[in-house]
């Protein structure tokens, strides 16, 4: 018999992280302070980082250790299956062969509990108390408040206030974890209050809430700042699911011709696509393709400039080499909320830039429509993100058809949608709107990047 899930036994966790920046062939710009356009040092993000996140951000060691307590929580849900998806591949009449490493069996849901965890742990032993952090739709307040409750921790998270009205799900797991969730703008931070004292009824902005959450930590000797995506320690600890992945394909007896995941920092695909990029980094698989896959209401990899920009609206992160829609682009209000970010991760535009890396873009509604044929075939109901690159494959496997080609075909199943059934009732009831590339918004948002 065929077999369908890998698994692997709890001592295959990784015992290190692989770090991509130890293979690449020239190094990656660094961050640099917006004021005097110099780079800045490990001593201007201490108040909002512990110190061993900040050397792991520029650190250039291949490997780093996982800690042992780390890999403890790790093994409520870790190794992550990978999964032959059989019944899809019969669905679309392809000879591809279909993988995917399904990062849904988290407890909060996702892959983001792999660096929430491995965040609140570095934290709690440099004897921080807090944790503050912002949240767009909920994903990444959600997983922090799971880690922070594992480490006996406190965590607050400021959470965009239309979404925290329309989308109560995400912030009573918040609750049940023992978090604290305050719509943003609020009344507890100085920046909030300013916010709030022009504009009552300001719906709120990710921006906003990064500037909340900042502040907080900032302002609190035993609170520190923790971020869900972009930063290079972030895509480190996401490893773990492509070093998993690649003895799991050992294991099925395949590696991948190409490899998909959606983007938007960039966590989840350069945590599937770094380890195998490895061998092709270090010219032993010189043919692997990697493709990242992002909506076309937010095209940053496919439509963006390479240049310096802020990580936040507010203006108050370091500069960060990248592809950006220019800091203030503010994308249209697509289901894929964890897709809209104006830039992505450094690391993962440097190899896009070099030519590592490839990536497309797509509408919500063949998104959804394809991710409609792998809740069919499959069962997951996948998250709207993630159905970015199950497009992707799907696209790929249609055409292996044609060509009759056996080509391996691997992407990393992010999440499910469980919490996001309000945009699958939309798709489903053909009410979602496809927003064509907003051209003019993007063009004025580039105006304000910062001169460098
Ligand atoms: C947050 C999220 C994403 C996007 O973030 P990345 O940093 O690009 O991985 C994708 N999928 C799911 C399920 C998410 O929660």
Not at 341 to 359: M, W
Not at 428 to 451: C, F, G, Q, R, S
Request: net charge neutral.
């Amino acid at each position: 018999m065929k077999q369908i899930k890998i698994m692997l036994p709890e001592e295959e966790i990784p015992k290190s992280w692989y770090n991509i920046q130890s293979d690449l062939p020239t190094p990656l710009d660094p961050p640099l302070n917006p004021a005097t356009k110099e780079p800045i040092g490990p001593e201007a993000l201490a108040p909002i980082f512990p110190m061993e996140l900040i050397k792991q951000e520029v650190s250039q060691e291949r490997w780093i250790h996982i800690p042992d307590e780390v890999r403890e929580v790790y093994k409520i849900w870790r190794p992550s299956p990978l999964i032959r998806a059989v019944r899809l591949e019969k669905m679309l009449k392809t000879p591809a062969k279909i993988y995917y490493k399904w990062e849904g069996v988290s407890p909060p849901g996702s892959h983001k509990p792999n660096t929430a965890v491995a965040q609140a742990y570095y934290n709690m032993k440099e004897g921080v108390q807090r944790l503050a952090t912002e949240t767009g739709a909920g994903q990444w307040g959600s997983s922090l408040s799971f880690a922070t409750m594992l480490f006996d921790m406190k965590c607050t998270v400021y959470m965009v206030k239309v979404s925290h009205e329309q989308k109560p799900y995400r912030h009573i797991m918040m609750a049940t974890w023992g978090a604290e969730c305050i719509a943003s703008p609020s009344n507890k931070t100085k920046y909030g209050r300013s916010v709030l004292s022009k504009e009552p009824n300001n719906p709120g902005s990710l921006g906003i809430a990064i500037s909340e959450a900042i502040e907080d930590a900032a302002t609190h000797d035993d609170t520190k700042y923790s971020l869900g995506s972009v930063l290079s320690h972030v895509l480190l600890h996401q490893t773990v699911i492509g070093l998993e992945a690649k003895k799991q394909m050992e294991i099925a007896g395949d590696y991948p011709d190409i490899i998909y995941g959606c983007v938007g920092g960039g966590s989840n695909f350069s945590g599937l696509a770094f380890p195998f990029l490895a061998d092709k980094l270090t010219g032993k698989k010189p043919e692997l393709r990697a493709v990242g896959c992002e909506p076309k209401a937010c095209p940053t990899l496919t439509k963006g400039i390479y240049a310096y920009d802020f990580g936040d609206t507010a203006e108050m992160t370091p500069l960060l080499k990248m592809y950006t829609l220019g800091h203030t682009y503010i994308p249209p209000p697509i289901h894929a909320g964890g897709l809209r970010y104006h830039g992505d991760a450094p690391l993962l535009c440097k190899l896009v830039k070099d030519g590592f890396i490839e990536s497309v873009a797509y509408n919500q509604n063949e998104v959804f429509k394809a991710a409609h044929m792998f809740a069919k075939s499959e069962g997951i109901i996948i998250a709207p993100e993630t159905a970015h690159a199950v497009k992707a494959v799907i696209d790929e496997a249609l055409k292996c058809k044609q060509t009759k080609e056996e080509k391996v075909l691997l992407f990393n199943n992010s999440g499910h949608g469980l919490l996001d059934l309000a945009a699958w009732d939309g798709y489903l009831k053909n009410k979602l709107t496809d927003y064509e590339y907003p051209k003019e918004l993007v063009k004025k948002a580039m105006e304000k990047i910062p001169k460098v």
